[in-house]
């Protein structure tokens, strides 16, 4: 399914693979997203701004030179959407004239306290949907309803009852996918970082 990291990386820094590209906006764009509207952008920019991270990533990508001891490759994407999101804000506030010297200042900090707040929190959440689409075929659709109604919070009792099952093999289900999806999520958490 994936590429290793390096592998696409350096795929990427041709510019013009196609596929690399596709597989890059399929990895990140809804991670990029999610951290884009913690800034508390209006839901109707959000994809114009995904494009722009996307642009300026395409731009950037072959000046990159990955290195762990400096940093994740997430941390480089998620600076590019801060740096995208705040021109987006000063050019809102440009044209409305309404920013002081103060106000942003005060934007930057707020903005690196939400950058540092959730840019963590919406990786987790990220990272655990691709891997419980990566793993998901792996089990059979009882399983696999089981583990959708886990997701939502339900307890096993009313698992067992919606899908008339036993709470042990709710148990079992929920068990044998936690542990298998624990394990792809450590996979592509050190895949795609």
């Known amino acids: 399914m994936f590429n ?4 696409l990386l350096e795929k990427l820094k ?15 764009n809804s991670y990029i997203g999610a951290v884009i ?10 994809d114009d701004l995904i494009q722009k991270v996307m642009l300026v990533s395409w731009e950037k990508i072959p000046e990159f030179e990955y290195n762990k001891d400096k940093g994740l490759f997430r941390s480089w ?9 705040l021109n987006h804000f000063a050019k809102q506030n440009r044209s409305a004239n ?4 103060f106000s942003e200042s005060q934007k930057l900090n707020d903005m690196d306290a939400v ?18 689409e990566s793993i998901r075929n792996n089990y059979q659709e ?29 148990a079992v289900f929920k068990k044998r996918i936690t542990e298998a ?9 050190d895949f795609l970082s």
């Open 181 to 189: 999806l624990r394990d792809e999520i450590l996979r592509l958490d």
């Open 142 to 170: 009882n399983a696999q309803k089981v583990f959708d109604l886990v997701i939502k919070g339900c307890p096993n009792k009313e698992i067992a009852e919606t899908l008339n099952l036993s709470q042990n093999a709710v």
């Open 98 to 101: 309404k920013m002081s010297a």
């Open 4 to 7: 290793t990291r390096l592998t």
């Open 77 to 85: 994407l998620i600076r590019i959407a801060k740096n995208v999101v």
């Open 37 to 46: 509207a913690n800034f508390r952008v209006p839901a109707s920019d959000i």
């Open 115 to 132: 950058l540092a707040e959730t840019a963590e929190k919406e990786w987790r959440i990220h990272i655990s949907k691709m891997a419980w």
């Open 14 to 28: 041709s510019k013009y693979n196609e596929n690399a590209w596709s597989e890059f906006y399929d990895n990140y």
